[in-house]
C-alpha cells in the first residue's frame, strides 16, 4: 500500500492544539476543562466547527460523543467504517494533550488522506468521546455508551457529595439521559479503532523513541472508601470522646500506601481525592470518602492487593468500600500493531511496542471484538495529568502522520476479523 501521497500539515496541526488549549487555560498554564463544564462546552463547539470546515459529516449522539464522518469519494457505503478519536474533556488541573492530542491529530490524518486523494473503500470516522477522564462517575463513559458496556444507575451516581452526575450535565446541555441508549451502536460498524494518544510516562523519552505501539493497558479498579465519624465542635468535645472520621482516614490513607508497595513493582495504588466533611476549621469531621486506583498488568495481584486493601478498611470503625469500576485489562490487536509497524517503518521512524498503564477509549473496542490499536508519542520529561504536560510538535506530527498511514492500510485490507 502505497501511503507516500498522505502528508500531515505540521503547522495546521499545531495551530488546532494551540487553539485548543486556550479553552479552559488556567494561570498555571494547565487546563481546566472537566467534561461537560462550561469551558468542555466551549471547547466542544469549537472543535465540531473545525471537523466542518475540514469536510466532515458531524453530529453528535445521546451521550453527547462528537462523530465525524468522512465518507469515501465514492459516496457513502455500507463497510464498516475505520474510526480514530480520544477525547476532549481533561482531568481536573491538567494538560493541554492528554485526549486533545487524540482528536486533533485525528482531524489531521482526515483531512490529510483527503487532500491525498486516495480513494478509500469505505467511511473513516473521528470519534470524540465524552468524560473518559471520570470526572462525573467512572471514566471512559462516552466510549461505554456506544457500546452499551455502562454499569445499572452509573449515570446518576456522582463522585462525592454535592458534584454533578452525567445524568444531570446531560440534561443541563439539552440532552435526555432516559436517552441514551440511542448512543449505541453495533460493533459490526467497525473495521478497527486507532487512538493516538501522548504516553503520559518517561519511557519513549528516556529511549529517544519517538513512536509507542501499545500492546497492552493494564487491569484497573477504582474504589470509594468512605469513613464514618461523629461531627461536633472543634472546642467544645475533649479529645478522648471524639470519633474522629479523618483521623481513623489518615490511618487507612498509610495502611494502603504500604499494602500497594509491599506488593512490589508490578501493581501501583494511587488515593487521589479526599473529602473531609463538613470541612470547617472549627468542626470535627463527620466523614471522609476518597477514591483509590489500582492498576497492574497481573490481574490475580491486583485481585489480592485489593482484598487486603478491603481487610485494612473494614478493620477501622464505621468504614466501608464500594467499587465505582474495574476494567479488565485488554491486548491490542495484533493485525493493528502490525499494521502500525509497517507504517513506521516506510518511513524510516523507530519505535517501540510497549504497555500502557493509563486508561484509553481504545481499551472499550476490544470488549466487543472491535480491534484497536494504541499509538504513542513521547511526552516531555514523562509529566501528565499535570499542567506541567508538554509535548515537541514534530513528534506529534510524526504520530499522526503514521496514523493517517495506519488507517489508510487498515481501510484498504478489509475487515481484520471475520464479524459476528
Ligand atoms: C486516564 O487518564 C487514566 O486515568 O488512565
Ligand atoms: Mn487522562
Ligand atoms: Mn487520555
Not at 494547565?30 to 473545525?50: C, H, N, P, V
Not at 457500546?147 to 435526555?176: P, T, V, W
Request: glycine share 12%; hydrophobic share 40%.
Amino acid at each position: 500500500m502505497d501511503t507516500s501521497s498522505i502528508r500531515i500539515k505540521e503547522d495546521r496541526l499545531r495551530q488546532d492544539l494551540l487553539d485548543l488549549g486556550r479553552f479552559g487555560e488556567m494561570a498555571s498554564g494547565g487546563i481546566g476543562r472537566t467534561a461537560l463544564s462550561d469551558a468542555d462546552l466551549e471547547a466542544r463547539r469549537w472543535f465540531k466547527e473545525r471537523m466542518r470546515e475540514g469536510g466532515l459529516k458531524v453530529r453528535e449522539d445521546a451521550a453527547a460523543n462528537i462523530i465525524g464522518r468522512m465518507d469515501p469519494p465514492s459516496g457513502p457505503n455500507e463497510e464498516p467504517c475505520i474510526a480514530t478519536g480520544s477525547h476532549i474533556d481533561a482531568v481536573a488541573q491538567g494538560g493541554k494533550y492528554d485526549g486533545a492530542l487524540g482528536i486533533c491529530a485525528g482531524l489531521e490524518a482526515l483531512r490529510a488522506i483527503r487532500e491525498s486523494g486516495v480513494s478509500l473503500p469505505c467511511s473513516c470516522e473521528l470519534l470524540v468521546f465524552t468524560d473518559e477522564e471520570g470526572s462525573h462517575f467512572a471514566g471512559t463513559f462516552g466510549s461505554r455508551a456506544m457500546f452499551n458496556l455502562l454499569q445499572e444507575g452509573e449515570m446518576e451516581k456522582s463522585r462525592g457529595a454535592g458534584m454533578a452526575s452525567l445524568a444531570k450535565d446531560l440534561k443541563r446541555m439539552g440532552k435526555d439521559p432516559q436517552k441514551i441508549a440511542e448512543a449505541r451502536r453495533s460493533p459490526s460498524e467497525f473495521q478497527a479503532f486507532l487512538e493516538l494518544h501522548i504516553e503520559q510516562g518517561p519511557v519513549l523519552e528516556e529511549m529517544e523513541v519517538p513512536i509507542g505501539i501499545v500492546d497492552g493497558i493494564v487491569h484497573l479498579g477504582r474504589y470509594l472508601i468512605r469513613v464514618i465519624g461523629k461531627s461536633g465542635h472543634a472546642g467544645t468535645i475533649p479529645m478522648h470522646l471524639r470519633d474522629d472520621a479523618l483521623i481513623k482516614a489518615a490511618g487507612i490513607v498509610t495502611a494502603v500506601n504500604e499494602a500497594v508497595r509491599s506488593a512490589g513493582p508490578e501493581i501501583v495504588g494511587t488515593i487521589g481525592e479526599f473529602r473531609v466533611q463538613p470541612g470547617a476549621i472549627n468542626i470535627i469531621p463527620g466523614q471522609v470518602e476518597m477514591s483509590l486506583d489500582l492498576r497492574s498488568m497481573n490481574e490475580e495481584k491486583l485481585t489480592s492487593v485489593k482484598r487486603q486493601i478491603e481487610k485494612i478498611v473494614l478493620s477501622a470503625e464505621k468504614a466501608g468500600m464500594e467499587t465505582v469500576l474495574t476494567k479488565g485489562g485488554v491486548r491490542m490487536d495484533p493485525d493493528v500493531m502490525m499494521a502500525d509497524e509497517l507504517s513506521c517503518r516506510e518511513r524510516g521512524i523507530p519505535f517501540h511496542r510497549m504497555g500502557s498503564g493509563a486508561g484509553h477509549d481504545a481499551m472499550t473496542f476490544p470488549m466487543v471484538n472491535i480491534p484497536a490499536g494504541i499509538i504513542f508519542i513521547p511526552c516531555v520529561g514523562g509529566k501528565s495529568h499535570c499542567p506541567d504536560e508538554e509535548i515537541r510538535f514534530e513528534d506529534a506530527c510524526r504520530g499522526a502522520q503514521v496514523l493517517a498511514d495506519t488507517m489508510v492500510r487498515l481501510a484498504f485490507r478489509g475487515p481484520l476479523h471475520p464479524l459476528p
